[in-house]
């Protein structure tokens, strides 16, 4: 048997795949360190994205003295803590009257004013007066709304235009500021407002 066979030239070892990757990694940042660097280390606050390369040792002593919030007292921290919540994108508060506003939105849905002429527009007003004259005959009030045009002195058939002209009537009319500063109209104005309010919401103006 021959020292140097050619079937033992043929042998081919597979490269040690730590000691590839070694060679082309940055040397470790650590101070005095000549291992490679290998592992990240995140930068710090402020620098999101940013690593150092260190050594698995240097990696390890690193992380243990790490704090993200280093530099913050408590309160801030509880903040950063609570924008974390919502990604910190900016939020805004639901008021609390975000579900008379979704009422008013879909009310002209539950009275039937989103018909087909609504959607197509009716920019001459041909079938307004028409379709307000069916809707006061087909309007069956609630007590409420009853109520409400009661306070503005109407009666169940008045359409929407009227409804809108004695409110305007009466807020002239009760307002301390056409009274001379006089506030004794005071509670029959807010009534007003009141009524109305319920009515636009409803639907009806």
């Keep these: 048997m021959k020292p140097y066979s050619k079937y033992f030239e043929k042998i081919r070892i ?37 690593y150092f390369r260190f050594c698995v040792d240097h990696a390890r002593e690193y992380n243990k003295n790490y704090n993200y919030f280093s530099g913050l007292n ?48 009716d920019p001459f007003n041909l079938f307004g007066s028409r379709r307000e004259a069916a809707q006061s005959r087909q309007r069956r009030l609630k007590p409420l709304e009853a109520k409400a045009l009661e306070t503005l002195g109407l009666g169940a058939q008045a359409t929407s235009a009227e409804i809108k002209a004695r409110y305007k009537s009466l807020v002239k009319r009760h307002h301390p500021d056409a009274n001379g500063g006089d506030r004794g109209s005071e509670d029959r104005l807010r009534s007003v407002l009141e009524a109305y309010r319920l009515l636009k919401q409803a639907g009806f103006c």
């Design 74 to 121: 408590s309160g801030e921290v509880a903040r950063y803590q609570k924008e974390a919540l919502t990604g910190h994108r900016p939020t805004w508060k639901i008021t609390g009257n975000g579900a008379a506003k979704a009422a008013a939105d879909y009310s002209p849905m539950r009275s039937g004013r989103a018909g087909y002429h609504n959607r197509m527009g």
């Design 14 to 50: 597979r490269p040690d795949p730590q000691a590839e990757a070694k060679s082309r990694a940055p040397g470790c940042q650590w101070d005095g360190c000549q291992e490679a660097g290998l592992h990240r280390a995140p930068v710090g606050r402020h620098r999101e994205g940013e």
